[in-house]
């Protein structure tokens, strides 16, 4: 298997199977479950933008922008809890369900964070639906210095 | 018009057979489909202006005429950057649903296992076979960016793959599928019942129903029916036939079958064949002979109706076959676009329906979580709104 290396360090880090013979049973524990979730599907990867780098990058900064919204949720339901009840438990974090207003409130605050971290995509749209505020600065610099 | 939030994750109905998510996986789900409806909403109708005010412009001015097919429009706008940035934003949303839903389900997969094999114990509503042979049109890609497709097992009585297809579709679709994700099986059930009443079908068949998220809610609308879903995967049937038994419905079998050669059945033998979503998963030559198995096991005066996304016709625009074709090429679905070529009325009558008899409608997903905005608008996403195209007919009387 191609992730032997990786499964080896898993198991090492568990320090359960060292050298232990893997039956059919038990292959699931050591399935290397990081590395799986990962898995690139078949078929090359398309890249849209000229240059792939600055793709790699945008794909990174998506998966940070993620754990940022999943960051600011988790905190949002510790507030929660804590105003509500005024002591904090994991088991409350883990159960929280939002009822119809706060999913509202929650669902608002995404929409918000895309887009914040999609504004520069927006504006680009914009630019394009509004040709008539997208004249250069230059332009603008020697009409504004005619007035 | 105010911005049109998606529902949160813990709205789907969470079913015995569904995996446990923490707060932080929800969370990623809640941020992703977000993250969709934004992209979907605010940045893919900037393709249309750009192809509008530059693209078919600049080219017009190039060549002194305008695109000849879709094709062409595609090398266009791939040099466009509101297009480039839309569709890169698209293409690692797809990439990162995988990425989660996976880390979900492989985290429990053995618990997930032992839960369907507990759910199906006694029960015959699963039919697997182990000599099986996964049709190659299904090996060669793993539809929808999910790496190992619908088929792969990861071990002996594993169902990860379908628990992620499950509990993913939200993200992808906005939730706009329903709860339990079954709008489109509604839908079909919904506008069969209303359009023939007197229609009593005591054997359906549901063709590549894969964990049956649009074959259950056919059952429950037809109690007195007998329901067959047939599908390649593995890990789909398992899933599918527990999750099917966990919701109560007990009128519904899972048998693993290939559709271009379903031996298991015999001549005239279903009221109705239904496949939804299904024919642009499968492969050029095999969709020919799944309408002529079609043909040979439904009932003379059978009912025969197929859920897909609208074919390309000369009333499409170039602009749009081009839009819609994204997911053939970036989302892993590569049949997609030479099946929406085809004209629906021949393959019909391949499966024995009169050119006459053909019939096309368009059904909207019935959606229990959106039931205060059931005239909302929907914006078109290309390949991804929850409308679709209903095409089928009525086989001959005689033969």
Redesign the interface.
Known sequence: MTFLKLDDMKTELSGSHAGASISETSAVDTMNDIVMAGNKSKGGRPYFLEDPAVERVLNISMAIAADLAVLHERLDTIERLLEARGHLSRKDIEAFVPDDSVAEERQTWHARFSARILRIIQQEVEAVAMPENNVPMRTIADEINEM | MS?Q????W??LQQHAMFPEF???ER??Y???A??N???ST??A??NK??YD??VEPNFIKEHSRSFVDRFEVGEAM?QD?????????R???M??R???G??VV??Q??KL?SKVAKELKGSDSLQLKDDFKIPTYLT???NH????SYHTE???G?VSNAANYDSGLFVTSGGMLGSLTDGGGRAIAAWVKETYPKFHPKKILDIGCGLGHNTVPIAQAFPNAVVIGIDAGTPMLRYGAARAHSLGVHNVKFIQADAADMKEFTDESFDWVQTTMFLHETGGKSIHAIFNEIKRILKNGGLNLHIEQPQYTSDMSMYEQFMRDWDA??N?E?FWGHMHDLAPVDLMEEAGVPRDKFMQVGVKAINDLDKDKRDGKVTEDYGRSPIWNVFGGWKSATN
């Not at chain 2, 297009?83 to 934003?89: E, N, V």
């Open positions: 911005y939030l998606p529902p949160v813990t709205k923490n707060h932080d969370a990623r809640n941020f992703l977000n993250l409806r934004y992209v605010v940045i109708p900037g202006l750009a005010r530059r791939r950057p509101v297009y480039q940035m839309w569709a890169a934003l293409r690692s949303t990439e990162m995988q990425q989660n996976r880390a492989l985290r997969a053995e296992a060669h890609v793993d960016l999910m790496p190992g990861y071990f002996p594993d090429y970036y892993a590569p």
